[in-house]
Antibody
Framework: QVQLVESGGGVVQAGGSLRLSCLAS????????MTWVRQAPGKGLEWVAL????????YYVDSVKGRFTISRDNSKNTLYLQMNTLSAEDTAVYYC????????????????WGQGTKVTVSS | SDVPTQPPSVSVAPGKTARVTCGGN??????VHWYQQKPGQAPVLVIY???DRPSGIPERFSGSTSGNAATLTINRVEAGDEADYFC???????????FGTGTKVTVL
């Protein structure tokens, strides 16, 4: 069964850290770029970070640069998001998603999404 | 990066046609993708690369682009189409993916 399952969310104090994980199954994880997208309560979708299929390139939205790090372990079929120096503005549901094409180099869509993991930053 | 603009809401009667626009600089020159999101659920890709449909998406959904706008069209709207819809592009000026502001489609 093709799926993505996020974990690692929770409640954290402002200034704290969390690491999110996204376990992939049912497809060749190492062939696909993977991304994190978040959605604050009652708000729209915000793209957060992207890592190419081979890990050679990473991209971040400006608001998380220097605080968040995307990584992947292709041997474990897992995508990660290390989040440091969290603030209330980072409170959101975080989704991992897969790019549509194998060996994609951006410009792509996201055809598979996890169910999301909720992150709440308390001040 | 420029956030593509979408109308906050679109209302449509059952059986009619809904059109959701996504505006931005030279959007017609970029691949545009569209997502449907229902309350409490993850987004679902409904149109990619301007006008391709993933398997399982009804033919009633289609996309088009022209100049500075892209349009998602939903023909013969059904109650189950009521949802938020987001466009998405790759912004070459900032090397970012970016989602549009989102449109709530209400079926009357």
């Amino acid at each position: 069964q093709v799926q993505l399952v996020e974990s690692g969310g929770g409640v954290v104090q402002a200034g704290g850290s969390l690491r999110l994980s996204c376990l992939a199954s049912g497809f060749t994880f190492s062939s696909f770029g993977m991304t994190w997208v978040r959605q604050a309560p009652g708000k729209g979708l915000e793209w957060v970070a992207l890592m190419w299929y081979d890990g050679s390139k990473k991209y971040y939205v400006d608001s998380v640069k220097g605080r968040f790090t995307i990584s992947r372990d292709n041997s474990k079929n897992t995508l990660y998001l290390q989040m440091n120096t969290l603030s209330a503005e980072d409170t959101a549901v975080y989704y991992c998603a897969r790019e549509t094409r194998e060996f994609s180099m951006s410009y792509d869509a996201f055809d598979m999404w996890g169910q999301g993991t909720k992150v709440t930053v308390s001040s | 990066s420029d956030v593509p603009t979408q109308p906050p809401s679109v209302s449509v009667a059952p059986g009619k046609t809904a059109r959701v626009t996504c505006g931005g600089n030279n959007i017609g020159n970029k691949p545009v993708h569209w997502y449907q999101q229902k309350p409490g659920q993850a987004p679902v890709l409904v149109i990619y690369y301007d006008n391709d449909r993933p398997s399982g998406i009804p033919e009633r959904f289609s996309g088009s682009t022209s100049g500075n706008a892209a349009t998602l069209t939903i023909n013969r709207v059904e109650a189950g189409d009521e949802a938020d819809y987001f466009c998405q592009v790759w912004d070459t000026s900032s090397d970012h993916y970016v989602f549009g502001t989102g449109t709530k489609v209400t079926v009357l």
